[in-house]
């Protein structure tokens, strides 16, 4: 089910380009965008995604990252591969997808999109570790508990990396920019401002927590406060 979703996003309409390499132009023929929004939308993704790779994700920096656009009322920011490339063996390609209406006229904030970009980037820094025959656990995305685990780990990368304080500003202008009933999924599958706070502060006194919990994804903010008060951690 997995894979399908992938080729059903990557079919969504949008124009893509290569952030590190000259623009195909074959390609940005093949996915013309509709409007100036779109156009616009994926020239600034493109140029803050190299930025944050040549700062923050040095592994990416030949990793071919394509920019498509996507329209949601809750998400601004997603991550796939190619299913193509996936199915094929041939080197992977990988996709961000922009929502345009992040920077429209209720613009969240630069940090912000920065950040959620480095939690993309955390994602695609994900599928490159893995081999294809592992990346089809990803089917296990089907379930909540397994998707809360890996939004997680992806916020806890983007935190290690510096991103702490734009991906908690990001988190406060979400949720006051999608539908009310959504709030609740992004709470249980992302870290709220307050639990990423509590990550910083706590880090910042025990660098240990950390990569503790990298290995063991906390999924509420007791799971963060039990292990904080721990006195092994230094």
Not at 102 to 113: D, K, L, M, R, T
Not at 166 to 180: H, M, Q, T
């Amino acid at each position: 089910m997995i894979l399908f979703a992938f080729a059903e996003l990557a079919a969504a309409k949008s124009s893509f380009a290569a952030p590190h390499y000259p623009v195909n132009t074959e390609h940005v023929r093949e996915y013309a965008c509709s409007n100036d929004e779109q156009k616009s939308a994926i020239t600034e993704s493109e140029k803050l995604i190299a930025e944050i790779i040549k700062k923050s994700y040095p592994e990416l920096a030949q990793t071919n990252i394509f920019v498509k656009t996507f329209d949601s009322p809750s998400d601004y920011f997603r991550s796939r591969f190619f299913l193509k490339w996936f199915l094929t063996f041939q080197k992977t390609r990988y996709i961000i997808f922009v929502n345009p209406r992040v920077f429209g006229s209720n613009q969240s904030p630069p940090e912000a999109i920065r950040a959620i970009i480095a939690h993309e980037l955390a994602h695609i820094a994900y599928y490159r570790r893995h081999n294809r025959f592992e990346l089809c656990g990803l089917v296990a995305l089907e379930s909540k508990s397994f998707t809360a685990r890996f939004e997680r780990g992806a916020d806890l990368e983007a935190i290690k990396r510096g991103y702490g304080a734009g991906l908690k500003v990001y988190r406060e202008w979400l949720y006051r920019n999608i539908p009310a009933d959504k709030i609740a999924d992004k709470k249980r599958d992302y870290f709220s401002p307050e639990e990423i706070e509590l990550i910083q502060n706590a880090v910042a006194s025990k660098p240990a927590l950390m990569n503790f919990w990298q290995r063991n994804v906390p999924r509420n903010i007791a799971a963060l406060k039990s292990a904080n008060s721990d006195k092994t951690f230094k």
